[in-house]
């Protein structure tokens, strides 16, 4: 079965004030990277725009204007302190949601077994109601609901190995029965949320991992915990917040990853997703700052998913 890569150019039109780290760079690096030979089998799919009731699913009606009411002409708009808009801003979150929602159509209807959208802005901070931590709308939590109110997937997963909590996922969790919500991230860091016992109607899997951790910390972290509780929840389908932002050599966290963790995780989930959800797979950019090795991660993550 075919991997996917899922895009637009519209995403390299939210451009960042000077200094952010969430810039226009850090799609290009990715995107040239698997332009190269060994990704000609991947199935190039432009991501459409999400509707106002895709978007709806997670976020409030108000919340939705506000963000696009604030939509410049020109230079930039902070939302917050991290969080900024620019005149491309509201096409490239538009394709950065409805390219998680083409993935899961095709998935679902078998066009291909997964699929890796390589877009920006990034979504796991998100809250119904906010825009936080560089995110505007949360595109794999709608994705989520969609799947459950378009094709009825009764049990849809989130695996999040972002290097920062994704507290706007675990909220939609947490009010969501048949959801499931699994975090391998940073303790203590921004933004402050991800504890071991926090629950909710969905099932909530947080597992905290101290700066310097390292390798051997996060392998065993994903086969002793988040494996085990994957397996046992037993998906229809899988969607993945892939952050960069782990690595040894990025500049927002000290977890210090290496490049093939990326791979070993992304071939740990694949796995369930074989044996659970027939290999329904949708993975989704998140973070990840350093322009020297975001494509090579990206690489790692993406030939997992093409690999049997």
């Known amino acids: 079965m075919t991997t996917a890569l899922i895009t637009h150019a519209d995403c390299l039109d939210h451009i960042s004030p000077s200094g952010h780290p969430e810039c226009v760079e850090r799609l290009s690096v990715i995107l040239a990277a698997l332009s190269e030979p060994i990704f000609d089998a991947l199935l190039r799919v432009d991501a459409g725009l999400a509707t106002t009731e895709q978007l709806k699913l997670v976020h409030t009606q108000d919340h939705i204007e506000h963000v696009l009411s604030q939509v410049p002409m020109d230079g930039n708009t902070m939302l917050d302190g991290d969080t900024y808009l620019s005149s491309g801003s509201q096409n490239a979150a538009l394709r950065a949601v409805g390219g998680v929602c083409k993935a899961i159509d095709m998935v679902m209807a078998g066009d291909i ?29 709608v994705g989520a609901l969609y799947a459950r109110t ?3 997937c009764h049990r849809v997963a989130i695996v999040d190995f972002d290097v ?20 391998t991230h940073q303790s203590p860091l921004y933004p402050g949320t991800g504890k071991v016992h926090d629950h909710g109607k969905g099932m ?18 994903v086969d002793n915990r988040l494996v085990p509780e994957l397996k046992k929840f037993n998906p229809d389908l899988i969607l993945i917040s892939a952050g960069f932002d782990a690595h040894e050599m990025d500049p927002l966290a000290d977890l210090n990853l290496n490049t093939d963790d990326y791979y070993y995780v992304t071939e740990q989930i694949k796995k369930v997703a074989k044996d659970c959800a027939k290999g329904r797979l949708v993975s989704s950019l998140e973070g990840g700052y350093n322009l020297a090795i975001i494509g090579e991660c990206a690489k790692a993550h993406v030939f997992a998913l093409m690999n049997d």
């Open 113 to 141: 077994e997964n699929a890796f959208c390589a877009s920006r802005p990034p979504g796991h901070h998100a809250e119904s109601e906010q825009a936080m931590g560089f995110c505007l709308f949360n595109s794999v939590a």
């Open 150 to 152: 378009k094709y009825f």
């Open 164 to 183: 920062h909590h994704g507290n706007g996922s675990q909220t939609v969790v947490e009010n969501n029965r048949g959801l499931f919500y699994a975090s």
């Open 204 to 221: 909530i899997v947080n597992i905290p991992l101290a700066a310097g951790s390292g390798s051997n910390a996060f392998r065993k972290a």
